[in-house]
């Protein structure tokens, strides 16, 4: 018998946004995405394609206002989703680290599944928007990302010029470092931590 998949699957529903969203640890980068926020699904499709997790989403929110509220509560979904499948961090190798070139863009991702929510985002976006896009939502997402994942999570721009590119290298690196983070290392029994516990 094969080992269960580690899955967690989170529905909002608020008076802004309507979102269903699941994800697979162990799946195969399989992403069907449907946010009403086309870049957004392009930059969670990346995500999943590079972590080798299987995502699925499906929202609607009130993008006739602005992207923010949808962005924002699909951020907290995914970190709710991610922090149930991680379960209670048994055999995790918990650190993740990505270093990733997108062109001229290079971007540093490190993260840890601490339990200690923190956002480190030391990025410049040199454009207001990329087509329709706010790039500052970027890092409203990845703020409610890391609060509600309880994860340390540190994003550094080496380098770049294009804010495509910038974003783009952010989420395939956090794709891959989470990836690392979540991976099961046999050497390790239960929590990784010298508490015992996370």
Known sequence: MGKQARRGRIKRNTKETRIDL???????GKGNI???VPFLDHMLTLFAVHGFFDLDIEASGDTEVDDHHTVEDIGICLGQAVNEAVGDHSGITRYGFSSLPMD???VRTTLDLSGRSYLNFSVTLPDPKVGTFD???GQEFLRAF???AGMTLHVEMVCGENSHHILEAAFKSLGRALDQATTIDPRVKGAPSSKGMI
């Open 135 to 137: 790039t500052s939502l």
């Open 104 to 106: 001229e863009t290079l």
């Open 22 to 28: 699941s994800i697979n640890l162990d799946g195969s």
């Open 146 to 148: 890391s609060l509600h």
């Open 34 to 36: 449907k946010s009403g």
